[in-house]
Nanobody
């Protein structure tokens, strides 16, 4: 069955960086659209980024600070986060869409991980 397991969250100071990882199993990652979604305390889930076949979407607040990447050989998805701000504090979820497009943007995807918590604070 499809499984997504995130890791790499933690506490970081404003201006710092983190790399989140998502280990995927049960399907071939190179056929899928990859995405990250986050949920801040007391708020609804919001799309962070979505990528497939060279086309990538970003939420405006993270553009130029976050990047998404994949390693199809290892079935891994990554979210590289730079210049982190307190408003980036949230649980971050890896998500997969079996459609070869970001039609599910911002939060309507087929499979989800359980999330990893990121806290940005001094």
């Amino acid at each position: 069955q499809v499984q997504l397991v995130e890791s790499g969250g933690g506490l970081v100071q404003p201006g710092g960086s983190l790399r989140l990882s998502c280990a995927a199993s049960g399907f071939a990652l190179d056929d899928a659209t990859i995405a990250w979604v986050r949920q801040a305390p007391g708020r609804e889930r919001e799309g962070v980024t979505c990528s497939n076949d060279g086309l990538t979407y970003f939420q405006p607040s993270v553009k130029n600070r976050f990047t998404i990447s994949r390693d199809n050989a290892k079935n891994m998805v990554y979210l590289h986060m730079n210049d982190l701000k307190p408003e980036d504090t949230a649980v971050y979820y890896c998500a997969i869409d079996l459609r070869r497009s970001c039609a599910g943007w911002p939060t309507n995807y087929h499979y989800w991980g359980h999330g990893t918590r990121v806290s940005v604070s001094s």
